[in-house]
């Protein structure tokens, strides 16, 4: 035990007594991802929202009164124009050169609607042209609008029952913590594992292949310390630095949060998680980084030379980056069978974790198999430190 | 005398990748390093092995140190056996070879505290001990600058106290003075004959006929992986000088082999 400390107090010592490195790794993610972050939401929210001062505006052709009697109330500014100048508006509108929506309404309209209401419809129902440009927030928004009152007033019509009469504009009732739990569940995971295998992959390689690379690590051979406790100690160490640059980065994606979603999102975390959820995470994470040390560690004591270790490492972050965007993209089955994966894994524990939806047989799969992974590889990693042809291969 | 360090038998093979048989300009796949080498130390002793470039001294003394894992044979430090109980056979000398480094990073006062605890030292035995050594080899002014920022003679010096952080009984040093400027040098040949004074064993290993004739006691002569002849100084030169005595074995084991 004693041997492990040791080891473990030398790596910190190590780490952070060389402030400049220490900062850069712990805090360095963090800041830049806030910073990413903030400046992406920003950036989003000029893209899809509407221009607040830009009323949604109509360019009809034969809009019929009961509908304008509808549209007017909801802010529309309609513009009547006449058929012929509808092919013009459309490649206006196509070139983002007017924020608005067209529709033609066939002359007709009322005449059905009224035969409609006295049951002796004609077929087929009539049609209404709707052109917009989802590309252009403000046309999108108008078409949004204008959609949801024409459900309305087709609701109105055939009438078998209401759904939110009286309660239209307060009905959608997700709510800010709701939003934040599904951003934070997509992106979470995927960002804090890419920030955790850079992490882990810039101090891997530096302190057991830099190590061997020095002759520093022979140094260690010829003392008692057992072989085990070196691997453990070099393990573990490296778990705790990753540890703590996770936590700054998870608390820099939540602070960026309410930029990126682009709102005056008031949350509290504390509100929103339980304190079981939050045990959770830090489980999973620290599984999570126990496995990815490891599995660096063991390329470290490989490779023969420094340089070699950062070139191997490599490939290790990319699948870790893949692996770990998977749930992002796919909706693979919720089986227990997938959570033997690593890194998909934990990035799909937490996922589902934030998102308050999960199997916790899952969780469980995912923390023991990464803890089963780690232990083998913390095997292999001490069969390495006694074997010669590794320590000191040239 | 007791031997209190016995090889026994000692093989060790190498094999050659494609790059080292290009270096060694050698068609084999394998260099035998070491080979049916055995000899004893005996306790308060300083045993030179001496032998020429790649005669497997360095070789041998990695197996004894549990650096290296012989090929077959065993050798016996204090009674524990390098191939059964290498944890103990560690705790029990100290090793000290150019390929052993420090940490450039830390200071010799910061590594001093850290092998001290690898080698779970009392504190207060460990800090008489460093200050001890620290004045007699100069270091204590140093004793906060990193490594890195060390002359080669101080990070030399360095090195040497640190492998004897543990007080170790048995001390195997490979080429003790190599690179050391001759007041240097002077000063870890004396510190070897002190430590002997105390009662250590010391095995030194060397190219350097001079520096055997002034330390040790006995002697052995290793001719490419061979042990050519293990005996008391005396009975190795005889009336000769080592210089001499060493060419004529040298010559004689090249004839048995065809060499010349
Ligand atoms: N890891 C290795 N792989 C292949 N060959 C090796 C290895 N280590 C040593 N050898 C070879 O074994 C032989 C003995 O080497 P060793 O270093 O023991 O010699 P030495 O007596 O210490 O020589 P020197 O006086 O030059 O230090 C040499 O031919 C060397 O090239
Ligand atoms: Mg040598």
Do not use: I, M, S, W
């Given at each position: 035990m004693s041997g492990i400390l040791t080891i473990m107090k030398k790596e910190f010592d190590r780490f952070f007594k060389d402030k400049r490195t220490a900062l850069s790794t712990i805090f360095l993610p963090g800041i830049i991802l806030y910073a990413i972050y903030s400046f992406m939401g920003t950036g989003f929210d000029n893209l899809f929202s509407?221009?607040?001062?830009i009323p949604p505006t109509a360019y009809v052709v034969n809009m019929p009164e009961s509908i304008r009697q509808m549209a007017e109330p909801a802010g529309f500014i309609i513009n009547d124009i006449s058929e012929a100048v509808v092919p013009e508006l459309k490649e206006q509108l196509a070139e983002r050169e007017l924020a608005a929506i067209i529709m033609v309404f066939p002359e007709d309209f009322d005449e059905h609607i009224a035969a409609f209401a006295a049951g002796t419809p004609m077929y087929p129902a009539p049609n209404i042209e709707l052109y917009a440009n989802s590309l252009d927030p403000n046309s999108n928004n108008a078409r949004w609008i204008m959609t949801s009152l024409l459900d309305v007033y087709r609701g109105t019509l055939a009438n078998p029952f209401d759904i939110n009469r009286d309660i239209f504009a307060e009905?959608?009732?997700?709510t800010e913590e709701g939003v934040a739990a599904t951003v934070i569940s997509m992106i979470l995971p995927m960002v804090l594992m890419m920030m955790l295998v850079s992490g882990v992959a810039g101090l891997a390689p530096e302190s057991i292949a830099g190590e061997k690379d020095r002759g520093t690590i022979a140094t260690l051979l010829?003392?008692?310390?057992?072989r085990s406790h070196l691997a453990l100690g070099k393990i573990l160490s490296l778990t705790a630095i990753s540890f703590l640059s996770g936590i700054v980065t998870t608390i820099a994606l939540i602070l960026s949060l309410p930029n990126m979603v682009g709102g005056d999102l008031e949350m509290n975390l504390m509100e929103m998680y339980s304190i079981t959820d939050l045990v959770m995470i830090v489980v999973v994470v620290l599984t999570a980084i126990i496995f990815l040390t490891t599995a660096a560690s063991l390329i470290s004591a490989f490779a023969k030379s420094l340089k070699e270790a950062t070139t191997y490492i490599g490939p290790l972050t990319i699948i870790v980056m893949i692996l770990s965007i998977v749930p992002m993209l796919i909706n693979l089955?919720?089986?227990?069978?997938?959570?033997?994966i690593p890194i998909y894994s934990s990035a799909q524990s937490m996922s589902g974790i934030f998102a308050m939806e999960y199997e916790p047989l899952n969780i469980l799969v995912t923390v023991v198999s990464n803890l089963v992974y780690s232990c083998i590889g913390g095997f292999a990693l001490t069969k390495m430190f006694n074997s010669e042809k590794v320590m000191f291969a040239k | 005398m007791e031997a209190i360090l016995r090889a026994d038998k000692l093989e060790k093979t190498f094999r050659l990748s494609a790059k080292q048989q290009k270096l060694q300009k050698t068609k084999e796949k394998t260099k035998i390093a070491v080979h049916n080498l055995s000899f004893e130390a005996y306790e308060g002793e300083i045993f030179g092995l001496l032998g020429p470039n790649g005669a497997g001294k360095t070789t041998t003394l990695r197996m004894l140190a549990t650096l290296i894992k012989a090929d077959s044979g065993d050798a016996f430090v204090d009674g524990s056996s390098i191939v059964t109980q290498p944890g103990e056979v560690r705790g029990k000398i100290g090793f000290l070879t150019s390929e052993l480094r420090l940490e450039d990073f830390f200071t010799p006062n910061y590594l001093f505290d850290f092998f001290s605890r690898l080698h779970k030292i009392d504190p207060a035995v460990s800090d008489k001990r460093k200050a001890e050594l620290f004045k007699k080899f100069g270091i204590d002014e140093f004793a906060e600058v990193k490594v890195a920022n060390l002359s080669t003679g101080m990070k030399q010096k360095s090195s040497l106290v640190i492998s004897l952080v543990h007080d170790p009984n048995i001390i195997i040093f490979d080429e003790?003075?190599?690179?050391?400027d001759v007041i240097t040098a002077r000063v870890v040949t004396d510190f070897l004959v002190d430590l002997k004074a105390q009662g250590k064993t010391i095995i030194v290993s060397t190219h350097i006929f001079s520096l055997i004739e002034k330390l040790c006691d006995r002697v052995g002569v290793i001719i490419n992986g061979e042990m050519a002849v293990c005996d008391s100084l005396v009975a190795v030169t005889g009336e000769k000088t080592l210089e001499d005595a060493f060419f004529d074995l040298y010559e004689s084991y090249a004839q048995k082999e065809g060499l010349i």
């Open positions: 509407p221009t607040a001062d009905a959608d009732l997700a010829v003392t008692p310390l057992k089955p919720d089986v227990p069978q997938l959570f033997l | 003790p003075t190599n690179g050391l």
